[in-house]
């Protein structure tokens, strides 16, 4: 624990049922094991196509249309969750001209591409799922499973009249302002040169698939994929299972965050051999999968799904609430880490003001006993010591993103499922015919990586294309030197552009949709406005965007954040345990009130009417 006392604090400590200097020594060794001085340069981009075809889309078909030079009011980059967001609030703003242009071959982002067995979020679906209320949508299960996901994105695509000039399977490769003409031109790989007034960016966070850089992953003669393009063709079934076709196939995952939790108890259960290639073990609590009633949660009241969304969000946040109403591990451990003593009760028991680093060791015993009882679940299901052992994650809650899965443990009950741990090193390389760890080969028919997706690079890097404003400023110079924005939406000399998703300048937020709700109805309102006010430009002034960057580098949170985060073992919530670079939009600094505060911020601003910190031609 950082600073922990050594003196009077003691005899708590002495009264614990752990010790937890010792605990914090084991984080650190385990940490330690994993830094790598390269940091992100260790993984490969699929998109580079430098090892075949990771990154090729298989749910959709290439067809050919004539290139498009048309006007539209409002161009979306990005159809999935944000993208539709901001779609269906600016229909209900009143705006009906919207383009929205993605790389696939539907609506859906994240839920058109992953499609592996298993697929959901563990965000409760009542809380995550958009529109639900609009929709009169009530979701088949307490975690939605990607089919669901994708179906209601049509929905949403249908009801809001999406699809008339949506642009999929076409690649922005620029978006340049126009001064004279006052309007945004965007360039695909179709050859298109269409143009909108204006031009939001919504395009996700972590969609670049990316693969270890691992001496000879390119010489591997078997059959691999990456999870977010999962082959039934080769493992046969669908979302519910039934991979039939790996019956006789030894197979390998590699990578055990988030997605490969869910995908291991699909595979163990076809496969004649599972090999699980860990690196560092995932944090996994309880789901509580179930199916649920049309009557599981109360839709009868208007704005029943926002109140719902809130009333996580101030668990998460730790305000006090009467009603728990998603009732979920993430709510659950959420109350756990409640520091053991308030300040109060410290200095009641100290006879003084406990310092801030008393106060910090008081708030993380509850974190060590969070971890514990992960831990003791570990134990109390996996029935092999060893196996048991070795999946035990060592660092704090929230260093890496906690999972919730009801049969991930278990699947390490099946004989047919070997963990590999290569204690924090990582898999070592490949044969043709298999997977080298400490120098032994593990042969197998097929990898299956799970090992994530780029994160933490530049805005232009993850987009693929760059965005020119006044005068030819380009937004990767633009931020060069860091992210600047006002409310993380807009950014000066950008005119009539803006921006949704879970950058720097917002926070964040466990239900990334909340966000991107909150943030498509502020788009919506400045576009509206600004049409309604018949303005042809709308930017934010350099002082104002100076002013709310100076509110996000001085955030007192941040510093607490930031200090917590470089404790972390390595993983991309933390930048791979290296110093943020500049221009990187989602490590590093957020709004410092938290989500509800962000929230609240948004909508005064809006019922101020003002248009405030923003310059209108
Ligand atoms: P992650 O980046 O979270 O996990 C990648 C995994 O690959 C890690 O376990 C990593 O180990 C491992 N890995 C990387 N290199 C090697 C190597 N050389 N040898 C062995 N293992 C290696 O990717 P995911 O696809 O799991 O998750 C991506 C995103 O999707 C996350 O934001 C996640 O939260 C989200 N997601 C959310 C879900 C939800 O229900 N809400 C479900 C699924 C995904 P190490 O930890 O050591 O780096």
Known sequence: MSGAPQGDLDTVIGELEFDPRSLKKKYEVERDKRLLPEGHGQYVPTVDGKFGNYGQDPWAKPFDRAAITDHTEVVVAGGGFGGLLVGARLWEAGMRDVRIIDEAGDFGGTWYWNRYPGAMCDIEAHIYMPLLEELNHAPKHRYAYWSEMLELSRKIGQRYGLYDKACFQTVITEARWLENEKKWLIETDRGDRMTATYFVLACGRQSLPKLPGIAGIDKFEGHAFHSSRWDYGYTGGAETGELTELRDKRVAVVGTGATAVQIVPEVAKWAQKLYVFQRTPSAVYI???RETPPDYADRSKP????????NFQKILLATPQDIDHVADGWTELSRRLKPLMTSKEAAA???????????????EISDYRVMNAIRSRIEETVQDPETAEALKPWYRWLCKRPCFHDDYLEAFNNPAVELVDTEGLGVQGFTPQGILVDGQEYPVDCVIFATGFEAGISYVRLTGFEVVGRDGTRLSRHWSSGVRTLHGITTDRFPNL????????SVAAVNAVHLLDEQATHVAYIVKEASARDLATIEPASDAVDEYTEVIRSGTANKTLLSFYSSCTPGYYNGESKASKADDLFFGNRYSGGAIQFYQMLANWRHDGALKGMVCD
């Open 287 to 289: 789901r509580g999968q």
């Open 303 to 310: 704005g029943w799904q926002k109140a719902r969304r809130e």
């Open 349 to 363: 028991s100290l006879g003084r003001k406990p310092t801030a680093n008393e106060r910090e060791f008081l708030a």
């Open 498 to 505: 803006l921006m949704v998703g879970g950058n720097q300048h």
